[in-house]
Each structure stands twice: as structure tokens, then as C-alpha cells.
């Protein structure tokens, strides 16, 4: 069997944090979530995969290249939605294939449900159905799907993740979606069966990456390299990369995942649920939890660091506090929010003393005065 991985599209709403990068670049306990969808499908034989790029595709095919097995790569030359990705890989199949997005987590249990039902849909149930596709069902059939409706009697989502045939490409025509044309092949006759699927997520916003970074990090063996001090304390799933050292009386409490190359000072504390990359630097003092730390960030001495997303190469002043708070925002008339700390994009530096509250700051953005700042700051602002 085939599967075919969408993996070109930009993730806008996961702005700042895809400025250089896909959303199936964005790590997820230190690996691309894309990573997770080849493992998933590795794990129950299939390893005919096509992913789709576009959207600073370099950046996936570079990645692509590590793995053991072939990957083919096609190309989406224009970024016009999953129907047109998966017309542009029509020519690479050959029968029955799994249709996947390469930016949604998802287990290998699953697949393996959706791979034993030809002609299927993967579904879940979530809290904002409003998001995604609204599948309704009948005697485990599906009847129909209602793309990011306003209100929502439902709560049963579509994970983008379909067992087709060949069929499904005589229904995609110029401007259609791919809901469309497997609802118009119901009105045909076809039936699709609906498959729950047992472990999914998908990144809506940014702060949603803190949710998923956590479960995710729940699986896997304790892993300890690089030098780790005596006199520190390690409790629960930690894993240390190579080359990392851990300074004296530092307390950690997985689940912890800390990359390669990485400098972590004396006296620091890292609590639960924290993901960090490679080439990191924490200075003396600093206390993290629940956040994701990407890679080359630098943390000066005495901050600290809750329910943040923190882009690459930051560098973030001694004396820096991430408090968490409510964000909200109106998006086409609906007023949107979420809880957390701050989102960082690229580059970000901020000076001693910096208290960021329930914000999102621009990639490059530069703060040069100590202050309490919270709201939304765009890319390239010089704060003084």
C-alpha cells in the first residue's frame, strides 16, 4: 500500500513560529511533527510514502533525506490547498493509498485501523469542532461533512487522514476540497466508513503546541548522555543528548527532553512537560516548566519560564519572567483565545528584566528596555 503526506502548506495560524519553516517542521519533544506521521506508517509496513512539498520545501527535503528508506518528493509548485496537493502526486500512485497531512500528529494504532478499512475516514472527537471538518455518521457510515462550521451540533471532526481508491480523483475537480469530493461520491453511492482514531492532535494555534509537546513526551525510555553533575537531582522520563552537561544542584522532573550540545547551569529547575533542542543555554537560577525551547535559545540567569513556545536562536536577558495569562483575539467575527505564557518567534532578544504576559512576539523582534508587555507584537518591532 501507498500513503501520500501533505506536507506544503505554510501553517499561518501557527505565525510567528512558521516564518522559516512548514508546520510539519515544527518539533514536537524535539522532532518534526512529520516524523511522527513516517514512524506511524513505518509501523504498520507501509514504506511506499510520497510526501507533497511546497512551503519552504528545501527545508523538508533536507530533512527527508536522513531517513533509511526512499522518501519521493513531489513538488506543489503553488500552495492552492490539499486538493491540488494531492492532485499533483495523482501521477506517482498506482491502487489503493492512505491520505494523510504531514502536520497532524498521529499514532501508529490508528493507521493501522484506517489501513484495514478500505474507503474510510479517520475521525475524533474534539472540543472546538468548529476548526475542522464536522463529520456526521450513520450505523458507523459517513453521511456527510460541514468544513469549520460557525456553530457546530457535533463534535465529531474529520483528522484529514483517508483510506481512497483511484475513484476519489474522477470527484476532485479544479476548486474542489477534498470533503467535497468525498461527499459528492456519497451522493453517488460510494460509502465511506468511519474509523475513531485513538491518538490525534493537531496544532490549530501555537499555544495548542504545549498540549501536544506534553503528551507526546509521555512515550518513549529515559535516555541519559552527556555529563550530568552529581550533585543534581533527576526524577521521572528525562532524556539528555550527547554533549550536553548539567551544572551542580539543578533539579529536573520529567517527562524532560533536553537535545545535543547543550549547556544547562547550576542551580537551574526543569519541571514537567519541557522540550528542549539542541545548543541550548540556560544560565544559573532559571526555572522552566511546560514549555518548548527550539533550538541555539539562550536563557539568561535568573528568569523564568512557563507554558511558553520559545523560537530558534532567542535570547532572552537575565532576569526574564514569562507569566501566564488569557490570550484573545477576533478572527472573522469569532473571538478566539487561549491560555499561556508567551510565543517567541526567531531571533527574538529581550533585555534584563523583561516580564512578557500572555503574549505573542514577532520573529526578530528586538526588546531593549526592561518592561511588562503583553498583546501581540509583530515581526521586526524595536521595542524601547
Known sequence: MQAVILAGGEGSRLRPL????????????????????????????????IV??????EHVIRHLNRFDIPIRIVVQR?????????R???????????????????????????????SSLLIKEHP???????????????????????????????TGIYHLKQDIFSYLLEGDEIPDAIVSMIADGYKFRAVPADQWHDAVYPWD????????MKSGPPLKSGTIDGMSTIRGTVRVGEGTEIGPNSTILGPVII??????????????????????????????????????????????????????????????????GNYRFEVDGKLLGGKFGAILGERVTSAPFTVLHHCIVGNYVSIEEGRTLSGTIQDHVVVK
Not at 136 to 141: A, K, P, Y
Not at 299 to 314: L, N, Q, T
Request: one cysteine or more.
Open 209 to 216: 503546541l504545549l498540549g501536544i509537546n506534553s503528551r507526546v
Open 52 to 57: 507533497v512539498v511546497g512551503y519552504r520545501k
Open 78 to 86: 503553488k500552495q492552492l490547498g490539499p486538493a491540488h496537493a494531492l
Open 88 to 118: 499533483c502526486a495523482e501521477a506517482a500512485l498506482s491502487g489503493d493509498f492512505i491520505l494523510l497531512p504531514g502536520d497532524n500528529y498521529i499514532d501508529a494504532a490508528s493507521i493501522g485501523k484506517i489501513k484495514k478499512e478500505p
Open 259 to 324: 537535545g545535543e550540545s547543550c549547556d544547562i547551569g547550576p542551580n537551574t529547575c526543569i519541571m514537567p512537560n519541557t522540550s528542549i533542542g539542541s545548543r541550548v543555554h540556560i544560565e544559573p537560577f532559571t526555572f522552566l516548566e511546560n514549555s518548548i525551547l527550539m533550538d541555539d535559545v539562550r536563557i539568561g540567569s535568573h528568569s523564568r519560564c512557563v507554558d511558553a513556545v520559545v523560537g530558534e536562536g532567542a535570547r532572552l536577558a537575565n532576569q526574564t519572567t514569562i507569566r501566564t
Open 128 to 158: 472546538y469542532p468548529s476548526n475542522f471538518g464536522v463529520v456526521s455518521i450513520r450505523e458507523g457510515f459517513v453521511t456527510g461533512i460541514v468544513e469549520k462550521p460557525v456553530y457546530s451540533p457535533r463534535v465529531t471532526v474529520s
Open 18 to 49: 512558521t516564518l522559516s519553516r512548514p508546520k510539519a517542521m515544527i518539533p514536537l519533544a524535539n522532532r518534526p511533527i512529520i516524523d511522527y506521521v513516517i514512524q506511524a506508517l513505518i509501523e504498520n509496513g507501509i514504506r511506499d510514502i
